[in-house]
């Protein structure tokens, strides 16, 4: 065998199974999420449904009392446990006063009950039943000195200091393939009994719940009825045009249920299929390709008693080493590329191998030793022994047509998705979404200190020269929004919730570049400004025909209005504060294009340092390091806070779309080696007809054919079958695609034009590497294909 053609054979079986494997290993790994618990198949979450103004909604959330509720009045749950989070930073400071970073929840003492983790030191029930005292994970731990020194030191959030937790546990880190990843579980008891104990509202816990075994979810459906009734106020909600109930969500399938995970397990699932697929068949095609030269080879081999499996065995030896050879230099590359690898992917290299991809990634590669044996030894054992002898020249070629077929449809397949996710994620990062993102740094103030500073920040900040405008705000949009329910006042009945952005200095729509239909922004406590969709809904409940200005509403989480001294802030005869409308503003968008909040939004007036807005939002007239420095400085030298987290609205909005930007960047890599495996392929086909019809071109050439007519040959030949390819990928592509789009609340349209692109693209790439390597056939003297006859 050639030793040119088995470097090319191992170097694109290498490549492909480098990637390929890789996705593989990716896909394994999603799919693996919440898998590894004890018991991980009787692990459930509870959600709330309701039905409001015939509206469904699925809420992942609960009240604070709903989880223990479940253990208490149903017996077939063994253990219930809720947690929420209580502080915004991520940051806590150790009694030196260092900092560091950890993910805190608050948790209850059933909490390793339902998700059963090593515990390393201390005991966690004890530790989860005492006020301000903490468990953390190991990881922590080792930050703070190790896994016994960090028990009984304190640490506290930087926007609550006064809050001193004490460690008296660790636990081991939750595996990476799972969606719990906190470093501190602080008692529950550390926590208002108001929000606890609370059966109605306040949904801010997660709940989980472990069942007895074999229990069947759907079988509780009577008995958390019940539960309900007992503690709930089912008549009022009636009442109120609301039905709520609860139900049980696998915890196992959390992830996986999620649309964009899904999506983007079919789609790297797909790569990795066409990656090893392209690889596999262009191993085939290149063995295929020898199959003239290793005629007489079988021939001799048969005349001597060779049977069928002797033929399988020389193949599976030779495909066995190339497949070592090939695996050995796919470790090598993904070794080289670990780092790339992780960022690419989001996961270490080393984290991807657990046991289920283990097994999975064992068994790739037993299926592609296996195709890569069977298919060239079944033509191999086919070719008769008098035309072995004779220089067998095949009627292989069709099988060689057909690999190339399937390699220009992957590749052609492969351009198209490129070009449509990079459109997507253009429009996600650049797109109209109704508020202005450039030129504007935005930051937190974590203590209640620094916001009531707030004044003084702001006029700091707008001394500096760089600064245009400065101004407060509670939310910020791409962050979401909790939600509110909308009354006409006086009335029980409620008409639809809201995207509540609570309170804004009244400069901030105009510095956000939020474009105000009629009216004003809020000037005062009592007024509230509303956007186009929310005029569209009240609409169809009270007389909007003269216009929204001056009418009123009341509205749910507004109580500490009616406190605050001079707001001219009005309670209904519920108690929910009413507010009116002083001005309309275009809808904008909430949340990302992924996960966006499509429900009308309201935004209230607050006055900077007196109501509660710890983002900090700066208009600057150059987005440059040096204007930064310059905003951070001038902040810190004000704030408790010296480590400001300071960044441009534009460069957040982006990393809202990182997952896209990898899918199209993982995509964009296997396009490109599945272009270059397909062109070793076409250039090996094209040399070995080039031998297999050299006569032919030599009498064609002695006959008056020029080098334009004999590459012409050449290009038609592959033409044809790059025709047929691209046609197919582009109905293959076109349902991808679309799949793909779901993910986006505003997507691009699927233009021919894409399609078109792509086509020309792959195809002119094909007639060049045609006509390159035709040239060397054309330009050959006939007298040298001929002097053998």
């Excluded at 001193?164 to 799972?178: A, L, Q, S």
């Excluded at 991809?357 to 064992?362: D, G, K, M, N, Q």
């Excluded at 067998?392 to 047509?401: A, I, P, T, V």
């Excluded at 105009?510 to 005029?535: C, H, Q």
Aim: with cysteine; proline share 3%; hydrophobic share 45%.
């Amino acid at each position: 065998m050639n030793l040119k053609e088995n470097i090319v054979k191992i170097l694109t079986l290498g490549i492909g199974l480098a990637i390929g494997l890789v996705l593989v290993a990716k896909v394994c790994f999603e799919l693996s999420y919440d898998k590894f618990y004890d018991r991980a198949e009787d692990i459930y979450c509870i959600r709330t449904m309701y039905i409001q103004q015939g509206e469904e909604k699925d809420y992942s959330q609960v009240s604070g009392a709903v989880a223990p509720g479940f253990k208490q009045f149903i017996p077939s749950v063994e253990s219930a446990t809720r947690t929420t989070f209580i502080f915004d930073s991520d940051k806590y400071l150790d009694a030196e006063g260092n900092i560091i970073q950890g993910k805190l929840v608050l948790a209850d003492t059933s909490f390793f009950d339902v998700f059963p983790i090593e515990i390393i030191e201390g005991d966690a029930k004890a530790t989860l039943n005492k006020v301000c005292c903490a468990m953390v994970s190991r990881s922590f731990a080792e930050k703070m000195g190790g896994e016994q020194e960090c028990i009984g030191k304190t640490i506290c959030n930087e926007g609550q200091k006064g809050l001193k937790i004490t460690i008296e546990g660790v636990y081991e880190d939750f595996p990476k393939n799972g969606t719990l990843d906190y470093d501190i579980l602080l008692s529950m008891e550390s926590y208002s009994p108001m929000s606890t104990n609370n059966w109605v509202g306040n949904d801010r816990y997660k709940g989980y719940v472990k069942l007895a075994k074999g229990t069947d979810p759907n079988s509780l459906s009577e008995s958390i009825h019940k539960m309900q009734k007992a503690y709930q106020p089912m008549e009022e909600f009636e009442k109120a045009g609301i039905k709520l109930w609860y139900y049980l969500a696998p915890f196992d399938k959390l992830h996986t249920s999620e649309k964009s995970v899904r999506n983007s397990i079919v789609l790297l699932g797909i790569v990795a299929f066409l990656l090893l697929l392209v690889s596999i068949f262009n191993y085939i095609l290149l063995v295929i390709s020898s199959i003239v030269k290793r005629s007489k080879e079988i021939g001799v081999r048969k005349c001597y008693g060779a049977e069928s499996k002797h033929i399988y065995g020389i193949l599976a030896k030779e495909t066995a080493v190339n497949l070592v050879l090939s695996l050995v230099l796919a470790g090598l590359i993904l070794l080289a590329l670990r780092g790339s690898i992780k960022n690419l992917l989001g996961v270490a290299l080393a984290d991807l191998f657990i046991p289920q991809t283990i097994w999975a990634l064992i068994a790739v590669v037993l299926l592609v030793f296996a195709i890569a044996v069977v298919i060239p030894a079944n033509i191999y054992n086919k070719i008769p022994i008098s035309q072995a002898l004779r220089n067998y020249s095949d009627n292989s070629r069709r099988w060689k047509l057909a690999l190339l077929l399937v390699q220009f449809f992957i590749t052609a397949f492969m351009v198209i998705m490129v070009l449509v996710v990079s459109r997507q994620y253009s429009k996600a990062v650049n797109g109209n979404i109704g508020y202005e993102t450039r030129n504007i740094l935005t930051f937190p103030l974590y203590s209640w200190n620094d916001v009531s500073n707030s004044q003084n920040i702001e006029d700091a900040l707008r001394a500096l020269p760089e600064v245009a405008d400065v101004q407060f705000s509670y939310n910020i949009p791409y962050e979401g929004s909790n939600g509110d329910n909308v009354y006409l006042p006086n009335s029980s009945e409620v008409l639809f919730n809201v995207a509540d952005q609570y309170n804004a200095s009244e400069g901030w729509l105009n510095l956000m570049g939020i474009k105000m239909l009629e009216g004003t922004a809020p000037s005062r406590y009592s007024d509230v400004a509303v956007s186009r969709s929310f005029v569209e809904r009240i609409g169809n409940f009270t007389s909007m025909a003269d216009g929204a200005i001056g009418k009123s509403f009341a509205i749910t989480g507004h109580g500490e209005e009616l406190e605050i001294e001079g707001t001219e802030v009005q309670a209904d005869a519920n108690g929910f504060a009413i507010f009116t409308i002083c001005g309309v503003y275009e809808d904008y968008l909430i949340g990302s294009l992924n996960e966006a909040d499509e429900r009308p939004s309201v935004l209230f007036y607050g006055k900077a340092g007196e109501a509660y807005m710890p983002n900090v939002f700066v208009k600057v007239n150059d987005a440059s390091p040096e204007t930064t420095a310059k905003v951070k400085s001038a902040t810190e030298s004000i704030t408790e806070d010296k480590n400001l987290n300071i960044s441009y609205i534009s460069d957040t909005v982006r990393s809202l779309y990182d997952d896209t930007r990898k899918i199209r960047n993982t995509i964009l890599i296997g396009s490109i080696f599945s272009l270059l495996i397909a062109l070793f392929g076409l250039i090996g086909y094209i040399r070995n007809e080039a031998g297999r019809r050299s006569k032919e071109m030599a009498i064609r050439k002695i006959n008056g054919a020029d080098t334009h007519e004999i590459t012409g040959l050449f290009v038609w030949d592959i033409l044809k079958i790059a025709l047929v390819a691209v046609v197919l990928a582009d109905i293959a592509a076109f349902f991808a695609a679309r799949k793909f789009l779901t993910m986006f609340s505003q997507k691009i349209a699927l233009s021919p034009l894409i399609f078109i692109i792509a086509d020309i693209i792959v195809l002119l790439i094909i007639v060049a590497s045609v006509v390159l390597n035709s040239l060397r056939i054309a330009g050959a003297n006939p007298v040298d294909s001929l002097k053998s006859e």
